[in-house]
């Protein structure tokens, strides 16, 4: 029995998340199926979250346990590549500890927002970044981005789902700055809530647009009331960005946190 991790990214547009769902495709079932198409072998896929419906991921790593894949795990990415929609492509496969659990090892996550503030659209951005028709200040937006630094109780910026036990975090860092005509959030976390980092995103942009002030962001949070806080942004915007395995030196090759 080998377990082997694999290093993916996709344009999550089509797909209804990572996680298989009843009322559509996801990138698990399509990485399920092409795995079974390739080895003949019915393998379970696990990822190392639930990325939502329209959510994209310039990195995610997911594994699996196999009893017949004797693909040597350079070829694998090529191999199973052929049997996966364009949209998803795995890009390393290695072997990792039998143990190994693409969620559980994680040690932090970073989620990168992309916001287009522009009252005309570009086609080019419109998969990948939400248009906002506003201008949008990005150095108030950054000031009021570290009131979410530190361990704090992040209620106020979840949707209800999954239930949790605790709705308090860690993050590392949260940070707000320009990419050519585009304004980029990155949130580095221990764990997420649902739709948090989009919630966060929508908060931000009220402190941008003058609705808050970078101080409120303190009170937002301190208030645990979700309607305190802005709105939750479209998915298209969101990726999952970098990922970090501190205790997982099989992944160190993939650089998966540059």
Same mark, same amino acid.
């Given at each position: 029995? /080998?377990?082997? +991790?694999? @290093? =993916?990214?996709?344009?999550?547009?089509?797909?209804?998340?990572?996680?298989?769902?009843?009322?559509?495709?996801?990138?698990?079932?399509?990485?399920?199926? +092409?795995?079974?198409?390739? =080895?003949?072998?019915?393998?379970? %896929?696990?990822? %190392?979250?639930?990325?939502?419906?329209? %959510?994209?991921?310039?990195?995610?790593? +997911?594994?699996?346990?196999?009893?017949?894949?004797?693909? !040597?795990?350079?070829?694998?990415?090529? +191999?199973?590549?052929?049997?996966? !929609?364009?949209?998803?492509?795995?890009?390393?496969?290695?072997?990792?500890?039998?143990?190994?659990?693409?969620?559980?090892?994680?040690?932090?996550?970073?989620?990168?927002?992309?916001?287009?503030?522009?009252?005309?659209?570009? !086609?080019?951005?419109?998969?990948?970044?939400?248009?906002?028709?506003?201008?949008?200040?990005?150095?108030?937006?950054?000031?009021?981005? $570290?009131?979410?630094?530190?361990?704090?109780?992040?209620?106020? %910026?979840?949707?209800?789902?999954?239930?949790? /036990?605790?709705?308090?975090?860690?993050?590392?860092? *949260?940070?707000?700055?320009?990419?050519?005509?585009?304004?980029?959030?990155?949130? *580095?976390?221990?764990?997420? =809530?649902?739709?948090?980092?989009?919630?966060?995103?929508?908060?931000? @942009?009220?402190?941008?647009?003058?609705?808050?002030?970078?101080?409120?962001?303190?009170?937002?949070?301190?208030? *645990?009331?979700?309607? $305190?806080?802005?709105?939750? =942004?479209?998915? *298209?915007?969101?990726?999952?960005?970098?990922?970090?395995?501190?205790?997982?030196?099989?992944?160190?090759?993939?650089?998966?946190?540059?």
């Amino acid at each position: 029995m /080998k377990n082997i +991790a694999l @290093v =993916l990214s996709y344009d999550g547009t089509n797909y209804n998340g990572w996680q298989i769902q009843k009322n559509g495709p996801s990138i698990q079932e399509s990485m399920e199926t +092409a795995l079974f198409r390739l =080895l003949g072998e019915k393998v379970h %896929v696990s990822g %190392v979250g639930r990325t939502d419906s329209g %959510v994209h991921a310039r990195r995610y790593v +997911a594994s699996f346990k196999s009893e017949r894949c004797t693909i !040597p795990t350079d070829r694998l990415p090529f +191999a199973l590549n052929s049997f996966l !929609p364009p949209d998803i492509a795995v890009s390393g496969a290695v072997e990792v500890p039998e143990d190994f659990d693409a969620r559980f090892d994680c040690t932090r996550k970073e989620y990168a927002y992309y916001i287009f503030p522009s009252t005309l659209r570009d !086609p080019f951005h419109a998969r990948y970044a939400y248009r906002y028709n506003y201008p949008l200040d990005a150095e108030r937006m950054h000031e009021g981005a $570290q009131r979410f630094v530190g361990t704090h109780d992040f209620a106020s %910026v979840r949707s209800q789902g999954t239930p949790v /036990k605790s709705t308090v975090r860690t993050i590392f860092w *949260c940070d707000v700055d320009k990419v050519d005509d585009l304004i980029r959030i990155r949130v *580095c976390g221990d764990g997420f =809530l649902y739709n948090m980092v989009r919630a966060i995103s929508g908060t931000l @942009v009220y402190v941008g647009g003058g609705k808050l002030r970078p101080d409120d962001v303190a009170d937002v949070l301190a208030s *645990c009331d979700r309607e $305190q806080a802005g709105p939750t =942004l479209p998915a *298209c915007g969101l990726f999952m960005n970098r990922l970090w395995y501190d205790h997982t030196s099989e992944l160190d090759r993939f650089r998966l946190g540059d």
